[in-house]
């Protein structure tokens, strides 16, 4: 009698154990996902940190962790993204354009990245020619002769001030001595005198053009005119200014007229559609959270994030702004 007692309160004790105190089923697995940016005085780099913070928000329900790397820029964040070392990198629309093409001249030439994608656009970048007052450049013709950094291979900056130079008929190998230093490190040469100028493909405000106006060697945000050909050359460049209330340290006065591109965010085909969408979907649906995360979004509208971008949508982005009615 006893001995059946006890094997019923036992056989009731694991019931109850199976039923309500299942253990827990082992956690969903992690998926770490890692956004390739820029110098961390950029815009890319913030941009990253934004995307990260919206996506982790709900990790419990896609088991999606994401992660900024700081990097050299665009051309590293494609290559990258292409060798499956990142997931998702923040990458100018003519780089993408390039890539994704297989542009003559360009670090892809003849090799288009045919698993590229993009997943939306982000903000606006202008070509950010600085230089020091008493270096006496008031344009980009006067580089002749100067020390002038044009940006770190990798960097999106590189091409774009080789571009403009080329348009106004310098030759980067005879007319002038061009370093190739990333940006973070430009602002500091720049007010130590080691350089006259520096070129920056960035979104504005950022805190490498802050950091060069705001120090104790003058500067001027130089206009780059002249370049009328280039701009009707090639399809991604556009007219565009550098807006100088962000800078009240720098000489100028009035905004500044140069050329621009877009910041975009892109993976490879080799990404899940789950995660793809996860991201789309967490950065569209939070859509007014996300501008508040960088001044420099000020003008974004979910239309003109699905302009600017060469490479095929990712079908997980797709699955999205189909669902949202965007495409
Ligand atoms: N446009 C730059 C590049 O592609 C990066 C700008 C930034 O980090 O905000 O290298």
């Not at 082992?26 to 998926?31: C, I, L, Q």
């Not at 780089?95 to 903000?123: C, M």
């Not at 606006?124 to 980009?140: H, M």
Request: glycine residues 10%.
């Amino acid at each position: 009698m006893k001995r059946t007692l006890i094997i019923g309160l036992s056989l009731a004790i694991s019931a109850v154990l199976s039923l309500g105190f299942t253990p827990p089923q082992a956690e969903a697995k992690t998926t770490f996902v890692t956004i390739g940016t820029g110098g961390i005085t950029g815009v890319y780099y913030p941009t990253g940190g934004a995307i990260s913070k919206i996506v982790n928000k709900k990790r419990k329900e896609y088991g999606i962790r994401c992660t900024v790397e700081s990097t050299g820029g665009s051309v590293f964040n494609v290559n990258a993204v292409m060798a499956g070392d990142l997931e998702f990198g923040v990458v100018q629309s003519d780089r993408q354009y390039q890539a994704v093409n297989g542009s003559k001249d360009s670090e892809w030439d003849g090799r288009p990245q045919t698993d590229l994608r993009s997943v939306f656009s982000i903000h606006p970048e202008s070509i950010t020619l600085c230089a020091s007052v008493d270096s006496g450049i008031k344009s980009i013709q006067d580089l002749n002769g100067k020390n002038v950094n044009i940006g770190n291979p990798g960097s999106g900056q590189r091409q774009n001030s080789i571009d403009a130079l080329t348009a106004v008929g310098l030759d980067l190998t005879k007319d002038l001595n061009a370093e190739g230093i990333k940006a973070a490190e430009a602002p500091g040469l720049l007010q130590d005198e080691r350089i006259d100028a520096f070129f920056y493909t960035v979104g504005h405000p950022s805190g490498a053009i802050k950091e060069a106006t705001a120090g104790k060697v003058k500067v001027r945000i130089v206009p780059i005119t002249g370049i009328d050909a280039l701009l009707d050359k090639y399809p991604y460049y556009a007219k565009a200014v550098v807006p100088i209330e962000f800078y009240p340290g720098a000489v100028n006065k009035e905004d500044v007229t140069t050329f621009g591109v877009k910041a975009t965010f892109v993976t490879s085909a080799k990404v899940s559609d789950d995660v793809v969408y996860a991201v789309t979907k967490e950065v569209f649906d939070n859509f007014e959270d996300f501008k508040k995360l960088h001044p420099a979004y000020k003008v974004l509208t979910k239309k003109n994030m699905l302009e600017g971008l060469s490479a095929k949508i990712h079908p997980g982005a797709m699955r999205y702004y189909k669902e949202a009615g965007l495409k």
